[in-house]
């Protein structure tokens, strides 16, 4: 039986910010919901079953919290700031939330460790907007979450969920690609966060997959994506030229292209990740 749980409203919201003395931070991207529809609008996107274990990250004042374990979820909830996951199991007991339903721990999300990640996880979160590429790599590298639904800023959304040959697809949409597909589910208004911030924002689920290779793969294959963008008005014959000559001084780039079955006159943008990995194989073959 789900516990009854209730959730938070506007008012409170403010007050509980009130009584911490707190005042959203810019620098880490405070932006807190105060629109329970939308926190529920997420956990039917989430799909959740009774006992799915959820990763929060920055749970903040707890809004999105409490609609997860209302839903039956067991919550690890990641926050960096101290008063804030001081104070978020105060919250969620007030509200009816088990006090074995969740767990909160006080740290930077890019500092995570695999081990404090639980096996076969749903990330389910309103991320910060200035470390959302960052968390998202990082997280899905563990190999522990199966599906994200994450609400980001829509451009960020946007250029996560591109596909190659558009004008949003970059290093963001490549590299996530190894680990899982993505696709934007909804906007969001910026009206439903307290401060409202100047951008809208969008949900973004994720499936992963098996990634495409070992770990040495990935390396090399981030390397080529890194490389292939940072210059990608340039055919890969001479934005690639750099990396290629480290790897194999005595080809020129256009061969190891036509060993990898990439044209040389390619650009990043019109190439998928298998198409980088394919490159990057040849790049470190023996």
Known sequence: MKPEISLLGAKE?????????????????????????????????????????????????????????RAGARVTAVEIDKRLAARLPETLRDHGAPKDSFKVITADALQLECGEVPASSLLVANLPYNISVPVILHILAMKRIDRAVVMVQSEVASRLAAKPGSKDYGVPSAKVAWFADASIADRVSAKVFWPVPRVDSSLLTLHTHQPLGEESDRETTFKVIDAAFNQRRKMLRSSLETLINHYLPHQSSAEVLALSGIEATERAESIDIKGFLAIAKTLVRR
């Open 13 to 69: 919201i403010r007050e509980i910010a009130a009584s911490l003395d707190l005042i959203p931070s810019k620098g880490l991207g405070q932006n807190f919901v105060h629109d329970a529809n939308t926190c529920e609008k997420i956990v039917r996107l989430a799909d959740l079953k009774d006992s799915d274990q959820v990763v929060e990250i920055g749970p903040g004042l707890g809004s999105l919290t409490l609609a997860l374990l």
